[in-house]
């Protein structure tokens, strides 16, 4: 509790300058609820009438938020608007608007950083330095120059004091998640705490140069000897965590339509190895570009792609991949049963989920793509949606999966400018084949059996241990069962109804098996039915009728008959 308190009153500007912010743009009523804003003493005047903001949506107030206060919640923003399960969807369309459009550094202070990190003199580790950067972004700005040796390179630098800056700010932020989650039910339904640390995790990530550079080289390995797929160099002698330096490359953006054209590129050409690039680092190698859009792609001689800014990078484990795979082949027969299982094996189920509403769900999104012709159907929309859907059912989806989705999603746009005619979901599918062949392949079967055995032989070594603890558990009273089935409810109703319709049939089978028998006896003897003298059959048929009436009472009053 001291160490929060004290991190408030050194932060105390950031969190009165981010309270006039959420004032401006008409969230002062959550100003006015968290407990820590009370201690800055706003003044009432400065909270606008709620009517001022009527024209404007709740994502576009949110994007002037986070564009008031500076690169750090920029960036932020820019990875949020990667996780559509956790946001909104109006929200995700602003925070994508997010652009770096931030002044760059003095260059005199880009020198001090140079010198700092690389311990030498900077005109002994450049023939040549421009000045002037290429492009300023939130965290970082590039500039173009010349090593010893005479290669160009480019040289990307951070800007200074911004990983403090950024650590402040995350600390602001998961305290005031902490307290929004006390407060707010909106913000304990999307579990802001866990939501902050994920996007914090992303963020820290970014601000460590070297964690590119290997990034970088990773992907560049997946391309040894492809002509066709190009990416720049990592100067390791010159770089640190603040300072990369890459080959410099010059090239024609995807998105320039018309350069590409009067170049004499094949767009279609372009098309397919970039999109094939891309299946090949998602389904063969499971580390892949994570924001492929059309800036950091360029077209060089040859039809060749180059990728660029290696920051954002997804993660795929071989499981990972083999359950991506069925998804794609089931989404490709339109099987709602392999759907289903394909996104249960991909996700975490809660106790509370909703396995036959999804059920549902999932049936209406194929009937949503049935019949739809294959170059027609966006794999990224349809895996987005599948997700979006285990999502609101509880079904908690890895975030590389979800980074996935978006990836697809933007690597679908730059080959629908490019080639429009172009099948993603047929492009694809070998790609899922290849992985579901490699999954059965003799040595991918022996190293799964290996596995199991290792696994079973520690639970037969640790079993006599959990078996003296769980009954120490149970001699002591503190073992809790719980079993969840879904439909369980229903499912005891009918099983109660075909019992008491048995427990009818049975009694009043016995009834009248009782009643002939003494009946016929009785005619034989030609005699009143009396057993040591005592009439059997009235007092026999009188308890069989209270007892058949009385059942009868129990199973209809229970209304479950």
Do not use: C
Request: aromatic content about 10%.
């Amino acid at each position: 509790m001291i160490a929060m308190f004290g991190k408030r009153i050194r932060h105390m500007n950031r969190y009165r300058e981010i309270a006039l912010s959420l004032i401006r743009h008409g969230f002062g009523y959550i100003v006015e609820e968290m407990d820590v804003f009370h201690m800055l003493s706003v003044p009432r005047r400065l909270f606008p009438e709620s009517g001022r903001f009527e024209r404007k949506t709740v994502g576009e107030r949110i994007r002037s938020v986070t564009q008031d206060l500076g690169p750090a919640f920029v960036k932020l923003g820019q990875i949020a608007s990667t996780r559509p399960d956790l946001i909104p969807e109006d929200i995700i369309k602003e925070l994508e608007k997010l652009q770096d459009q931030v002044d760059p550094f003095p260059f005199d202070e880009v020198r001090q950083i140079i010198e700092s990190e690389l311990k030498a003199p900077m005109d002994t580790l450049f023939a040549a330095f421009e000045e002037t950067p290429l492009a300023a972004a939130s965290i970082g700005q590039v500039h173009f120059a010349i090593l010893d040796s005479g290669e160009r390179v480019a040289v990307k630098i951070q800007r200074p004091s911004i990983a403090e800056t950024i650590r402040t700010d995350l600390e602001i932020l998961e305290n005031l998640a902490s307290i929004a989650e006390r407060r707010f039910d909106w913000a304990s339904r999307y579990q802001a705490q866990s939501m902050i640390a994920e996007f914090a995790k992303a963020l820290l990530a970014e601000l460590d140069y070297t964690i590119e550079g290997k990034n970088a080289e990773r992907i560049a390995r997946q391309f040894e000897g492809d002509p066709h797929l190009f990416i720049p160099k990592v100067y390791w002698r010159h770089s640190s965590r603040k300072v990369l330096v890459m080959e410099f490359i010059t090239g024609i953006k995807l998105s320039r339509l018309d350069d590409l054209e009067s170049g004499g590129y094949d767009r279609k050409l372009l098309a397919e190895r970039f999109i094939n690039s891309v299946f090949h680092q998602i389904f063969v190698e499971g580390f892949f570009h994570a924001d492929p859009h059309p800036g950091n792609l360029l077209a060089l001689p040859g039809e060749t792609v180059a990728f660029l800014d290696f920051g954002m990078v997804g993660r795929l484990t071989p499981e990972m991949k083999t359950d991506l795979s069925a998804l794609v082949i089931a989404l490709m027969r339109q099987r709602t049963e392999g759907i289903m299982q394909a996104v249960l094996q991909l996700g975490l189920v809660d106790d509370d989920a909703n396995v036959a509403e999804l059920r549902r769900d999932i049936e209406f999104l194929r009937e949503k793509y049935y019949d739809v012709p294959l170059h027609d159907i966006s794999l990224g929309e349809a895996v987005t949606d599948l997700f979006d859907a285990a999502y609101r059912h509880r079904v908690r989806i890895p975030a590389d999966f979800i980074l996935l989705g978006k990836t697809l999603l933007i690597a679908e746009g730059v080959v629908e400018r490019l080639d429009p005619e172009l099948s993603i979901v047929q492009m694809a599918e070998p790609f899922g084949r290849r992985l579901l062949i490699e999954r059965f392949h003799p040595k991918q079967v022996k190293d799964s059996l290996w596995k199991d055995v290792l696994e079973y032989g520690d639970l037969l070594v640790t079993f006599p241990r959990q078996m003296k603890e769980l009954l120490a558990m149970v001699k002591k009273g503190r073992l809790r069962l719980e079993i969840g089935v879904p439909e369980l409810e229903r499912f005891l109703r009918n099983m109660d109804r075909i019992g008491n319709r048995l427990s009818f049939s049975i009694v009043l089978l016995s009834f009248s098996i009782i009643m002939t028998g003494l009946i016929i006896g009785s005619s034989l003897e030609r005699q009143p039915s009396f057993v040591w003298n005592i009439p059997a059959i009235e007092i026999g048929f009188f308890v069989a009728t209270a007892m058949f009436v009385w059942l009868l009472y129990s199973i209809f009053k229970s209304g479950r008959f």
